[in-house]
């Protein structure tokens, strides 16, 4: 018998949690923690936060599922509300971001069928992550996570990202897509020039190609806007999210413009679990607590303190090349071996993640005090004091 029961799929370290509150989380031996990396940018509320957990139980109590034979009418409150937001006009709900990405590459396959394109082209980018399914694997622009799984899906073509050149090379008479995410968060927190996503809209105006922007990071106002497109002042067609619109219950959601919408009739796509009623109580409780608690605005604000506060203590460092992000999303590139950093961040009560092996990735809630994040920046300092 092995010692464990749960498949290895997973580098954990070694600590469980058994309760958590804001931006604090407390393990099984009842010890504190900063948690600045919210699940992977899931628990932007923080934990157990009180109005989601309210709606949650309220709702369990009086039905869980029933099923998209029939009217889900939390659907149409919280679609209506993600439409407001967005300045979309049609929601999709899943319940992950591979799902929620899936039925955009769905959507776009089908545009080129309306076309009479045998073989239908999506653009995607280099260093990009769009999930773990067949299809968001073969999207994702990295190949350790496709290494083993070929075959890879077909009608995927790749580029550098934040290079509007390379758009206009790869193009071909079978393209009807670019898929790409706004800020690459697993790619290492890269942020494109500032024109880029205009640049894209443009581009795809002139082609008849539909926008997807993989929003499953930066969205629900963790670059202090509640989608980063909204940065760039542009309309995209079609908008997927996840992570963080639960705050941790699994949900995920594409949004379309009405007439990208418009390729998915009924019968066309499908998910059992997908906008169940515990879902979207889970999802209207948090869009409520978003705005009455103005996270939006404080994750920019914070955000903005806490790369200043950051430029000031670790930012001094000489191996630290480049501190970047929006709001709440950001990256400390450094120039050394970080594979120790995260378990030594433990034992300090910190929780930061690493990524694409040199960048320090920051995703706090959005609830962030100024407090703790002088004691992110602080903490971190320590670290990489201790570790280069
Ligand atoms: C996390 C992530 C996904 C995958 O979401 P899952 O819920 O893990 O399937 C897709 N795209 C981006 C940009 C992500 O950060």
Same mark, same amino acid.
């Given at each position: ?18 309760s958590? @509150? ?12 900063l948690?600045?990396? @919210? ?24 039905? *869980? ?5 029939y ?10 509300e993600?439409g407001? %937001?967005?300045?979309?006009? /049609? ?12 039925a ?5 396959r ?8 045998e073989? &239908?082209?999506?653009? !995607? ?19 350790? !996570? ?24 790869v193009?071909?008479? @079978?393209?009807?897509? *670019? ?5 690459? $968060? ?21 082609r ?27 309309? &995209? ?15 995920g959601?594409? %949004? ?9 009739g009924?019968?066309?796509?499908a ?5 169940? &009623? ?7 409780a ?7 608690? $103005? ?27 480049e501190? /970047? ?35 320090? /990735? ?9 407090e ?17």
């Open positions: 018998m092995p010692s464990s029961h749960v498949m290895e799929t997973y580098k954990r370290l070694p600590v469980a949690f058994a958590g @509150s804001g931006a604090t989380l407390v393990d099984t031996d009842g010890r504190e923690y948690d600045a990396v @919210s699940g992977i940018a899931v628990c932007n509320l923080g934990h157990a936060h009180p109005a989601v957990t309210e709606a949650l139980c309220s709702q369990a109590g009086r039905l *869980v599922h029933t099923s998209n034979l009217g889900v009418p939390l659907q149409e409150e919280v679609g209506a993600l407001r %937001l967005s300045g979309l006009d /049609r929601v999709f709900f899943a319940n992950s971001g591979a799902e929620a990405n899936e955009a590459i769905k959507l776009a089908r545009l080129g069928h309306a076309r009479e394109i073989r &239908p082209e999506i653009v !995607v980018m280099q260093g990009s992550f769009h999930g773990r399914t067949m299809a968001t694997l073969t999207a994702t622009g990295n190949r350790r !996570v496709q290494a083993g799984f070929e075959p890879l899906v077909p009608g995927f073509k790749r580029i550098p990202y934040n290079d509007l050149e390379a758009v206009e090379r193009a071909s008479e @079978s393209t009807v897509a *670019v898929l790409v995410e706004p800020i690459q $968060g697993e790619g290492g927190v890269t942020v494109p020039d500032a024109e880029y996503l205009a640049g894209l809209r443009r581009l795809c105006d002139d008849g190609w539909l926008l997807m922007l993989d929003e499953v990071q930066t969205g629900m106002g963790r670059t202090g806007a509640w989608f980063a497109y909204q940065h760039a002042g542009i309309r &995209p067609d079609v908008v997927t999210v996840a992570k963080a619109l639960g705050n941790g219950f699994p949900v959601a594409m %949004l379309a413009t009405e007439s990208a919408a418009e390729l998915l009924p019968g066309t796509h998910t059992t679990f997908g906008g169940s &009623p515990l879902a979207m109580a889970a999802v209207g948090v869009l409520r607590a978003m705005e009455e608690e $103005g996270l939006v605005a404080r994750a920019a604000e914070t955000g903005d303190y806490l790369k200043a506060r950051l430029e000031e203590t670790v930012g001094r460092r000489p191996e630290v090349r501190i /970047r992000g929006k709001g709440l999303m950001l990256g400390i590139e450094v120039d050394a071996d970080l594979s120790g950093l995260m378990p030594k961040a433990l034992e300090h009560g910190l929780l930061v993640n690493v990524t694409a092996e040199r960048v320090i /990735r920051l995703l706090p809630p959005l609830i962030l005090t100024r703790q994040a002088d004691r992110i920046a602080e903490g971190l300092d320590y670290l990489l004091g201790e570790l280069l």
